[in-house]
């Protein structure tokens, strides 16, 4: 069996202010970065890391790696999901820049921007990832720090659901919380 640590990445400024980050490159803040030192306590006898290779996760994960004395390895398939033009605008910037497809958007009627990814592609790629990984490393403790967006896509997998059609309703990811998981026999459970 193969234990499965996913945690999203610490707060940054663009978390504190509400805006749609997506692909963009933003970095940890004070409290993030105390939020990933905090949360590598919580962690024991992990293996290795994943991590987005976005500088938000990616300075998340060193920061735990780093107390775990363990190796990181990045993989742009744990990116979140590219919101397109919306990526550095808040909600109601969005509602006032986007008004036809932030109405869709709330109609459950679209992806979002018209640039943004489509989430059966998301969802594929994230999964590829995970697929990957488990195979790579059965027995092992396997620490992920993603997204919100990646973490749902594994949330997703582990209860059944269909993201690109269920991704609304799957909970939020808070900062540097651990959500742990069981894989093994082409099964993922949560264990938390």
Not at 53 to 61: F, Y
Not at 67 to 89: K, T
Not at 109 to 116: L, P, S, V
Request: with cysteine; proline share 3%.
């Amino acid at each position: 069996m193969t234990t499965l640590l996913l945690v999203r990445h610490g707060e940054t400024d663009w978390n504190r202010d509400g805006r749609w980050q997506g692909h963009s490159d933003t970095h940890l803040n004070d409290v993030g970065r105390d939020q990933a030192r905090r949360v590598a306590m919580e962690l024991h006898d992990v293996d290795l890391v994943y991590s987005s290779d976005l500088a938000r996760a990616r300075e998340t994960a060193e920061i735990v790696a780093d107390v775990l004395a363990v190796p990181v390895r990045l993989d742009a398939r744990l990116r979140e999901r590219s919101f397109g033009a919306w990526e550095g605008l808040t909600g109601s910037e969005i509602e006032a820049a986007f008004a036809d497809a932030h109405a869709r958007w709330l109609a459950r009627e679209g992806a979002g921007a018209d640039d943004a990814e489509p989430f059966d592609a998301f969802s594929a790629r994230v999964t590829s990832f995970l697929t990957e990984v488990l195979e790579r490393h059965p027995g092992e403790t396997v620490l992920v720090v993603a997204h919100g967006g990646s973490i749902r896509v594994i949330h997703a997998l582990a209860t059944g659901l269909d993201h690109a059609r269920d991704h609304r309703s799957i909970p939020p990811v808070a900062n540097c919380v651990v959500a742990r998981y069981a894989a093994g026999d082409g099964k993922l459970a949560r264990i938390d």
